[in-house]
């Protein structure tokens, strides 16, 4: 008994993590705000931007 809680727990706990990865992925601007500012530090390396 006391390991389907611990196995229904570590379950509960992984979706919730990976709904909470994916909420922050698709539901934010953060990506692609991240995105540009990888691109531009990347171009102003070698000498671009």
Known sequence: MKKD?????GMLLF???VTA??????????????????VTICLECIGIG
């Open 15 to 17: 979706l919730l993590g």
């Open 21 to 38: 990865c994916l909420y922050g992925a698709f539901c934010t601007s953060e990506a692609d705000t991240v995105m540009q500012k990888a």
């Open 5 to 9: 809680v611990r196995v229904y727990t």
